[in-house]
């Protein structure tokens, strides 16, 4: 009967797989050093990695004895152009076809944090493989995924997708549990480990099943560990009467995909705010605005922000914002002002805009409302009677030449309630010239405010 030996250990992770020679391989694992007078001949060398012959029993003894730390070490002297790949071979091998006690199996386990260090399971086999265990028939039909390529494959959502059904359930459940956390103050990875370990347990009792899925699992936290800080941050936002199931398992998939690769501290805590909020308001945060937000630049999130400034609200529509941009009458108005009336909205922003599906533009005829309008701008109403002078002699109030799509209400309600992106510097001028306009095409308007000196709400007529 054959056995996983040190020759087998040698042909699967090592061979081919180092620029380094037998001998100083052989030299590496046994000694610690590159060259040593204790290696025998090449000859030698050459038949014990082969497996035509095993290693000198008091190598063996003094191999058992070596410290784990010092094991990694001399894994690592050795320099493996791919460790992934020996990893993946070695677990296929242990896990289907030597038979081990559920002990160290277990212990492999453990040992499977392939992003943070291959060397650590590769140690863990190499020690195995001294004892020689025998190579059988495996008793248990489930494969062993290619776990480092199905997670780190270029394409993540892809990798995602790939999963089954129970691996998709225990992710979300693993995060889910994490958001569920009451204690915010200690809200760390352990409670995770926690839930995680409480899923497997329940939901996976045939051990090479439960192997197998924590193998992937614990690998997928390592890769999402990013994600998951940022959701910690979040926690303390977050209402007591929150729901995590109301959150949709493929927004879940989104969320982690995208958070997982941010790499800015800026970046970092928007989307640990995309999160509160989204948990605070199921369904407010689309997954196409998801991914908007993850591939936009920091000069498109500029863009936005600037546009916020000449938003007025729609008092008639619940929800309804509009970012009232008359760029067709006044070409150089957005861009060329100074100071606190300074707007630096271009149409070559608007166009950046546009292409991310966060606002339509209209340089042609402009948008408008039918009927009369009812806005808002801080705290100005502004009540203006349509007109028609329009072809088809129907009643409107002209906004200009801008809109937000859906995409871009929903980016914009984010924003207003951003703790790391301040309100928009609202100022009298921006208000003073869009009044302005309505006023040269001669629309009836009504203005009210409220005065502090006069502690009166004062109303201004226009064109009455």
């Known amino acids: ?69 010092e094991a990694k070490r001399r894994i690592e002297l050795l320099k493996l152009s791919d460790s992934v790949t020996a990893v993946n071979k070695l677990w296929n091998i242990l896990v289907h076809e030597v038979r081990i006690s559920e002990e160290i199996l277990k212990d492999l386990v453990d040992a ?3 992003s943070a260090s291959p060397s650590l399971f590769l140690t863990k086999a190499f020690m195995l493989s001294l004892d020689g265990p025998e190579l059988v028939e495996s008793p248990h039909s489930y494969p062993v995924m290619d776990i480092w390529g199905a997670i780190t494959s270029p394409g993540d959502l892809m990798a995602m997708e790939q999963m089954t059904k129970p ?57 999402y560990k990013k994600s998951l800080h940022i959701i910690a941050k979040a926690l303390p936002y977050v209402r ?8 949709s398992t493929e927004w879940i998939i989104d969320f982690l995909d995208y958070s997982r690769k941010v790499f800015s501290d800026f970046k970092s805590d928007l989307w640990s705010e995309i999160c509160a909020y989204e948990l ?75 292409a ?18 009812a806005l808002s ?44 992106i301040p309100l928009p510097r609202y100022g009298e001028d921006i208000f003073g010239f869009t009044i302005q306009h309505w006023n040269s095409k001669k629309l009836r308007m009504r203005v009210l405010h409220y005065d502090p000196n006069s502690q009166m709400i004062v109303e201004t007529k226009y064109n009455y």
């Open 377 to 420: 701008y801080r705290n100005y109403k502004v009540y203006i009677e349509g007109d028609d002078n329009s072809p088809d002699k129907v009643n409107r109030v002209g906004i200009g030449n801008v809109r937000f799509t859906r995409y871009g209400q929903e980016l914009f309600d984010l924003l207003q309630s951003s703790r790391i």
């Open 240 to 247: 007591e009467d929150v729901r995590p199931e109301d959150l």
């Open 167 to 223: 691996q998709r359930d225990a992710l979300i459940s693993f995060v889910k549990a994490y958001l569920e956390i009451e204690d915010f103050s200690n809200a760390t990875t352990s409670h995770l480990d926690e839930a995680f370990d409480s899923y497997v347990e329940k939901n996976l009792p045939d051990v090479a099943q439960r192997v197998n899925y924590i193998v992937q699992f614990r690998n997928m936290k390592v890769r």
């Open 356 to 373: 991310d599906a966060l606002i339509e533009c209209n340089y042609e005829t402009g948008f408008a409302i039918v009927g009369d309008a």
């Open 112 to 114: 499977v944090s392939f």
């Open 280 to 354: 605070n308001n199921p369904g407010s945060i689309s997954r196409k605005l998801l991914m908007t937000i993850y591939l936009m630049s920091d000069k498109e999130l500029q863009a936005f922000d600037n546009l916020r400034r000449v938003c007025f609200t729609d008092l008639n529509i619940q929800g309804s914002t509009l970012p009232l941009v008359f760029i067709r009458d006044y070409p150089n108005a957005y861009s060329s002002c100074e100071g606190s009336a300074a707007l630096h909205i271009t149409t070559g922003d608007l166009a950046l805009l546009q």
């Open 1 to 69: 009967m054959p056995c996983f030996d040190f020759g087998l250990f040698y042909r699967i992770a090592i061979k081919g797989n180092t620029t380094r020679n037998q001998t100083s391989i052989y030299s590496i694992l046994t000694t610690g050093q590159t060259n040593s007078d204790k290696v025998p001949d090449k000859a030698i060398v050459s038949k014990i990695f082969s497996g035509k012959c095993g290693l000198p029993a008091a190598t063996v003894k003094a191999l058992q004895s070596v410290e784990s730390s």
